[in-house]
């Protein structure tokens, strides 16, 4: 069971955006699929339609160590698609898990529960440093951290999301490696002189830095996305239409990337995402339509 955490410690980057649209694509190609919404502002878990909610959700699993899959797992409306819903009403899992004594470590120990029941587990995390968001690196295989092309997202991403990992290194002497981390250049303007030097700062500046890079595929900022946080669907089930006079990736071709890049072991499952669905065609690459 491979675990993607996707972080930030900077609010309104397209975390839960990135991990709702990996996920329905993931579910799409036939893989089991668990959502985890760590974030206490549940976006992610009214994401999707549920067609059936479970008892639980985070606040048993992290609270009260709740191992029972079915009181925890709600299966969404997306076939293969399930989540454990953000239900932490008080906010008190963090002062919990602040004063446990495994409190970074117990997501980590627990996923085993779900090991048999999924290919795959995605975590979106708050938008702020907190324990929650160690936690959920600790327990991570990989991280991914959407950035978007601006002078102040890219200096927090260092300042807060880097020195993260920093942070957590002693961990290595329990034998718990932080996870690589692999940068997703976000919501990329048409045109723009600005972000286009920042795109290549960024690739310079990591290209040497052990266990970070920046990610090939790159997300513009297309129309495609808020519709489909409006209709609860992944952008690559939702009608596409570029903004006028740019070609840019397809909804379907941009997520397909980022999967390809994440989880490169099941690359042979994506192709038959969507059929022709977002694929070019020679109207659509000359402008019209």
Same mark, same amino acid.
């Given at each position: 069971?491979?675990?993607?955490?996707?972080?930030?410690?900077? /609010?309104?980057?397209?975390k839960?955006t990135?991990?709702?649209?990996?996920?329905?694509?993931?579910? %799409?190609a036939?893989?089991?699929?668990?959502?985890?919404?760590?974030?206490?502002?549940?976006?992610?878990?009214?994401?999707?339609?549920?067609?059936?909610?479970?008892?639980?959700?985070?606040?048993? !699993?992290?609270?009260?160590?709740?191992?029972?899959?079915?009181?925890?797992?709600?299966?969404?409306?997306?076939?293969?698609? =399930?989540? +454990?819903?953000?239900?932490?009403?008080?906010?008190? !899992?963090?002062?919990?898990?602040?004063?446990? #004594?495994?409190?970074? !470590?117990?997501?980590?120990?627990?996923?085993?529960?779900?090991? $048999?029941?999924?290919?795959?587990?995605?975590?979106?995390?708050?938008?702020?440093? $907190? +324990?929650?968001?160690?936690?959920?690196?600790?327990?991570?295989?990989? $991280? +991914?951290?959407?950035? &978007? @092309? *601006?002078?102040?997202?890219?200096?927090?991403?260092?300042?807060? &999301?880097?020195?993260?990992? %920093? =942070?957590?290194g002693?961990?290595?002497?329990?034998?718990?490696?932080?996870?690589?981390?692999?940068?997703?250049?976000?919501?990329?303007?048409?045109?723009?002189?600005?972000?286009?030097?920042?795109?290549?700062?960024?690739?310079?500046?990591?290209?040497?830095?052990?266990?970070?890079?920046?990610?090939?595929? *790159?997300?513009?900022?297309?129309?495609?996305? #808020?519709?489909?946080? &409006?209709?609860?669907?992944?952008?690559h089930?939702?009608?596409?239409?570029?903004?006028s006079?740019?070609?840019? @990736?397809?909804?379907?071709?941009?997520?397909?990337?980022?999967? *390809?890049?994440?989880?490169?072991?099941?690359?042979?499952?994506?192709?038959? +995402?969507?059929?022709? !669905?977002?694929?070019?065609?020679?109207?659509? *690459?000359? /402008?019209?339509?």
């Amino acid at each position: 069971m491979q675990v993607i955490s996707v972080i930030s410690t900077k /609010g309104g980057v397209g975390k839960t955006t990135v991990a709702a649209n990996l996920g329905g694509f993931l579910a %799409d190609a036939g893989l089991r699929v668990l959502l985890l919404d760590l974030d206490m502002q549940p976006t992610l878990s009214s994401y999707y339609e549920l067609q059936h909610r479970a008892s639980g959700g985070i606040y048993e !699993l992290l609270a009260f160590n709740e191992r029972d899959v079915g009181n925890l797992a709600s299966r969404t409306i997306i076939d293969g698609l =399930d989540i +454990v819903v953000s239900n932490d009403e008080h906010r008190q !899992l963090n002062m919990l898990l602040l004063h446990a #004594p495994d409190g970074r !470590l117990r997501l980590r120990n627990l996923l085993s529960v779900f090991r $048999s029941r999924y290919d795959l587990v995605l975590i979106d995390t708050q938008g702020a440093r $907190s +324990v929650m968001l160690e936690m959920a690196v600790l327990a991570s295989g990989l $991280s +991914v951290s959407p950035v &978007t @092309p *601006e002078i102040l997202a890219a200096r927090e991403m260092r300042r807060g &999301t880097l020195q993260l990992l %920093d =942070d957590i290194g002693p961990y290595r002497r329990l034998g718990i490696e932080p996870p690589p981390l692999r940068l997703l250049i976000n919501r990329i303007p048409g045109v723009s002189s600005n972000a286009r030097l920042l795109q290549q700062t960024l690739r310079l500046v990591f290209a040497e830095q052990a266990g970070v890079s920046v990610m090939r595929t *790159e997300v513009p900022a297309i129309e495609a996305f #808020p519709r489909a946080a &409006t209709q609860g669907l992944p952008v690559h089930r939702v009608e596409y239409r570029r903004p006028s006079g740019r070609v840019a @990736p397809t909804a379907l071709e941009t997520v397909r990337g980022i999967a *390809e890049e994440l989880c490169p072991q099941w690359h042979d499952r994506f192709e038959r +995402v969507g059929g022709k !669905l977002g694929r070019r065609s020679p109207r659509r *690459e000359a /402008g019209h339509g």
